[in-house]
């Protein structure tokens, strides 16, 4: 089947100076600079590496890959225009031709190669995810066929992953002296990264696709809240990340900003080791479900803007859901206390908590008040919060034991860093692989009649939801973002964040 989808820099009279500094009342932006807060710095901007969404928002505005998720949660043609299943085990990708890097290198059928090679050689977050290609082969300069190791239906959607590299500068830099100056083939092109400040892009006036609408775009980091609304009211920023809701009414009647939300694809859950340790009884796993109460959590910390616990890891659009298919966990501490009981923990036992700090909203709260509640069935928290680069490190790094607070887009068959899917077993990543969800994962890929394929990843979230229990479920996010009135922007519900059309009014 082939698929074809598709300044007035230097101000002279002073008063402008101090009108800058009054709340509603902001200095001319004459050269459309944009200005970004973030919730944390990357680590690096190489996607191979650095595999969070907040230096995702950064590197993909200056790397691309062969296909392009959608704000819509599909995927579209990219670098890679079209692709055509040869045989069951075998795609071949046509490029598109006239893509040329920011450093001039051309891309092609080699670029491919190389790229893949460092994703599946790489020891960073992407480690995994292209196991399942087994060979890469060059057709002609714009075709490359992708061997895989079974038949594999899904491939088209993770190639949304794969960025491209240029082969002769990424081979000569290595992957950490690139992820601090990358070069890529995207809209914006790198300019200077002063760590601990800002990291600064500037538009690719030889972009393949629609030229930038921007200037410059300025990137910083601030992890509290109301440092960067702070910003946003004295039009420092244009845009904010992750706002609470305890500082939306803040935003909303400051005169110079507005809130602009999106329903989610991220879920906050625990991830547990499910090998050593209490939480190796799928009944402790079943008992932590039942001790966290989810609903006074979004009340008393979210305010109500986050959405309640769920079932399974099938959601609202993806093939196979089906609405009310599966009950949520309830919140129940004595039967909480039962099953810890049944588990040989009658009295509880101690265990690590590790969380971020400022990495998803109210995380660090989440975590204490989560905490508490383990408390009351005799589970005892030594929580430790770390900022987010260490966090992600640390965790990815081994098999941590007891608890983490994790948060994901459970888009299901992407090579999304998720507890169950695209890891190998034994991957210190895939804490809640075994044996069983190793297989599911494997079989959905393969199946390609629909029907068998909707039956078969039913079967795999019954498994994970009623048999395995890997996490605990715990609510959607809400994504809350401050936006100056001077600039035309809308979010994403997936975090990615979209600066092709930004405008200035």
């Not at 190793?438 to 890929?445: E, L, P």
Request: with cysteine; proline share 6%.
């Amino acid at each position: 089947m082939k698929i074809n989808r598709f300044r007035f820099r230097n101000l002279i009279i002073p008063i402008l100076a101090v009108m800058a500094c009054v709340p509603g009342l902001t200095q001319a932006n004459n050269d459309n600079t944009l200005k970004v807060a973030l919730v944390a710095e990357p680590r690096l901007l190489e996607p191979s590496i650095d595999t969070i969404k907040p230096s995702l928002v950064i590197a993909m505005t200056m790397l691309e890959p062969l296909t392009m998720n959608t704000a819509e949660g599909g995927y579209v043609p990219w670098l890679a225009e079209s692709w055509t299943a040869v045989d069951q085990n075998r795609w071949r990708l046509t490029l598109k031709k006239g893509v040329q890097f920011h450093n001039g290198e051309q891309f092609n059928a080699d670029t491919v190669i190389y790229s893949l090679g460092v994703f599946q050689n790489t020891q960073g977050g992407a480690r995994g995810w292209y196991s399942y290609i087994t060979g890469v082969e060059k057709v002609s300069e714009f075709e490359v066929d992708l061997i895989t190791e079974s038949p594999t239906t899904t491939l088209p959607a993770t190639l949304a992953f794969l960025f491209m590299f240029p082969p002769e500068y990424h081979g000569e830099m290595g992957s950490d002296e690139f992820g601090q100056n990358p070069v890529g083939t995207g809209p914006f092109k790198f300019v200077k990264w002063d760590k601990g400040v800002e990291l600064v892009v500037e538009p690719n006036s030889g972009y393949w696709g629609d030229k930038p609408t921007v200037g410059n775009i300025h990137f910083r980091w601030l992890p509290d809240a109301s440092s960067r609304v702070a910003l946003l009211e004295t039009g420092e920023v244009h845009i904010a990340q992750n706002i609470p809701p305890a500082l939306m009414s803040r935003v909303d009647n400051s005169g110079v900003s507005r809130v602009e939300t999106v329903k989610g694809t991220r879920k906050a859950f625990l991830r547990m080791n499910v090998e050593t340790g209490p939480t190796a009884d799928v009944r402790v796993r079943m008992a932590l479900n039942h001790a966290i109460d989810v609903e006074s959590i979004i009340k008393a910390l979210f305010q109500g803007r986050a959405y309640g616990r769920d079932a399974g890891f099938l959601l609202d659009g993806m093939e196979g859901h089906e609405y009310g298919r599966l009950t949520p966990f309830e919140y129940n501490p004595d039967r909480a206390k039962a099953l810890l009981a049944e588990a040989g923990y009658p009295d509880g036992f101690k265990t690590t908590f590790h969380h971020t700090i400022g990495r998803y909203m109210l995380d660090k709260e989440s975590a204490e008040a989560m905490a508490a509640q383990l408390s009351e069935v005799g589970i005892e928290s030594d929580l430790i919060g770390l900022e987010p680069g260490a966090y992600f490190s640390k965790v990815s790094a081994s098999r941590l034991e007891g608890l983490h607070f994790a948060a994901s887009a459970p888009l299901f068959m992407t090579p999304l860093y998720h507890p169950m899917i695209e890891f190998e077993l034994n991957k210190p990543y895939g804490y809640g692989a075994d044996a069983r969800s190793d297989s599911f994962t494997k079989q959905a890929r393969a199946e390609v009649d629909d029907k068998a394929r909707v039956a078969l990843l039913q079967d795999f979230e019954d498994y994970v939801f009623k048999g395995h229990v890997p996490w605990v479920w715990l609510w959607h996010y809400q994504e809350i973002y401050g936006v100056s009135n001077d600039i035309n922007w809308k979010p994403r519900s997936d975090q990615i964040m979209d600066f092709t059309k930004v405008t200035f009014k």
